[in-house]
């Protein structure tokens, strides 16, 4: 009979995927699985299905947990943010999570425009206004089901809610609650200011918690739903663009994350919190780092972009017969400057730091390679990313890639010779699972540090040096034209 080995459960809600991993200590993917994460049509809009995405996980774990021979050591978890349910004094779902995926809210962020004073609220939060912040949906609950807020005996954010069904413990993580539009980012709490103005109750835990501390134990009844042992550490969870700053392995003082999937994120990290009007405009956005103090505290500064969301869409119209790799295969075949084809891929309204520049695909032409289109799109993605560096506070020496794009050495290289810097791929891609389980490893005292995870680690990497900059250097100045051009014929 085989030895067991020790390791650690991440649960990861994400947009487009539910996956359960185990993973070695040494930061190393043992076995994973994941199943599609669906959303919910509800007579109001677009929900998570709570239950359903805790049944996958549930699935998923024990399944794993019944073919590998593993001892767990810690249990931690991560999902998208600003999304979170009402529960009652049982722990009992009273309304369906509102999905950031729904645009039932955009109403009230016309009314916090107008009524509100949004310069306030991101000084003190470092929250840009998005209509899916958290803040939004408790003022629509609060225009159109107040009983919900009045009969619920917590609000609870997204991993929280999962940690409570593993646990029974109801805990708030600070990198969560800076995702909400409420918390104060120079207080460390709550804003009462912020509940007032929206007019809304504050029923959330206090917010004390970080993504790596324990918290509760596996109950019973928690494992007897996912096969995880009784008595499991289980950790607080957290946000995962800021738990990918735990597996990037390295200090982003100066060489900043650009994390990758439906969204593309560029953070960096700053030992000083500073959130300026200008950094607002361009939708920047600042979070707590998920550790306090060391390599991993102080503050983030994060460019939202969408990423993977773009590349799919325009290879699914354009490619629609290839693969993802075969697509970035041909594209890596065709020149710089994709054929005259330029593709603008704000493909959610408002979003990137060129919120006020519509989507545009431009040059096409009936019969050019889908080579073309397919390669634009990474252009554009690398332009917009280098927009996102010129919106940030601080300097790069160069850029560390995770997540789905990590894989993509065509893009690797389009992104160095865009922003001129020696951009590094993650040799596991996974970032956001391996700083989950960093912090885990840490917060359960696996090991004593998170420099000593990250030497554990040892994050493999492969590096791609700038070799068409006086070419790029002309496309972007074209790019910035186009930017400027679509902005003005949008009337802003």
């Known amino acids: 009979m085989s030895s067991s080995r020790e390791c650690v459960i991440i649960w990861d809600c994400g947009a487009t995927n539910t996956t359960a991993s185990l993973l070695g200590t040494d930061g190393r993917v043992i076995a994973s699985a994941s199943r599609p994460t669906d959303v919910e049509q509800t007579e109001d809009g677009v929900a998570w299905p709570l239950d359903d995405i805790w049944a996958d996980l549930c699935d998923l774990t024990r399944a794993l947990l019944a073919e590998h021979a593993v001892e767990p050591q810690v ?34 962020l016309d009314w916090a425009t107008t009524a509100l004073d949004l310069d306030d609220a991101y000084r003190r939060t470092g929250a840009a206004p998005f209509h899916f912040n958290t803040a939004f949906s408790l003022r629509w609950l609060r225009e159109n089901r107040p009983d919900v807020l009045d009969r619920a ?75 995880i042992p009784a008595g499991t550490p289980v950790c607080a969870g957290g946000h995962d663009t800021v738990l990918a700053t735990a597996g990037a392995c390295r200090d982003l003082r100066d060489t900043p994350l650009y994390s990758t999937g439906t969204w593309s994120i560029l953070v960096g990290t700053r030992d000083a919190y500073g959130g300026t009007l200008d950094e607002k405009a361009r939708n920047i956005i600042w979070q707590l780092n998920p550790h306090e103090g060391g390599v991993l505290g102080g503050y983030n500064t994060q460019a939202h972009m969408i990423g ?44 990137g730091p060129n919120p006020a520049t519509p989507s545009a695909i431009l040059g096409w032409e009936d019969g050019m390679p889908p080579a073309n289109a397919v390669r634009a799109v990474m252009e554009g993605l690398a332009y917009q990313t280098r927009d996102g560096l010129g919106a940030m506070s601080g300097d790069a020496n160069g850029m560390f890639v995770g997540g789905g794009f990590a894989k993509n050495e065509v893009f690797g290289q389009i992104l160095a010779d865009v922003t001129g810097l020696t951009v590094e791929l993650a ?52 790019h910035r034209r186009i930017v400027d051009a679509l902005a003005e014929s949008a009337g802003v």
């Open 75 to 108: 249990v931690n978890l991560t999902t998208f943010g600003v999304c979170w349910g009402a529960v009652d004094a049982d722990g009992e779902l009273l309304y369906p999570v509102i999905s950031w995926k729904c645009t039932r809210t955009r109403e009230q």
């Open 153 to 227: 005996d917590a609000f609870v954010l997204m991993p929280q809610l999962l940690v409570a069904r593993l646990t029974g413990e109801r805990v708030t993580e600070r990198s969560m609650a800076t995702t909400t539009m409420l918390f104060d980012l120079a207080e460390a709490d709550w804003s009462d200011h912020l509940f007032d103005a929206f007019d809304v109750p504050n029923k959330f835990p206090t917010p004390t918690r970080s993504p790596g501390d324990v918290v509760g134990e596996v109950t019973a009844r928690g494992s007897e739903a996912s096969g």
């Open 308 to 351: 993977g969301l773009a590349f799919d869409a325009v290879r699914s119209h354009f490619a629609p017969g290839a693969s993802a790799a075969d697509a970035t295969a041909d594209a890596g075949t065709v020149a710089a400057g994709s054929g005259g084809v330029t593709i603008n891929p704000t493909f959610v309204a408002g979003t």
């Open 427 to 478: 040799g596991i891609p996974e970032v956001t699972t391996v700083g989950t389980a960093v912090l885990a490893m840490v917060g359960a005292g696996v090991v004593g540090s998170v420099e000593e995870a990250w030497e554990r680690v040892a994050m493999p990497t492969k590096t791609f040096e700038p070799a068409s900059r006086d070419a790029y250097e002309q496309l972007y100045a074209r």
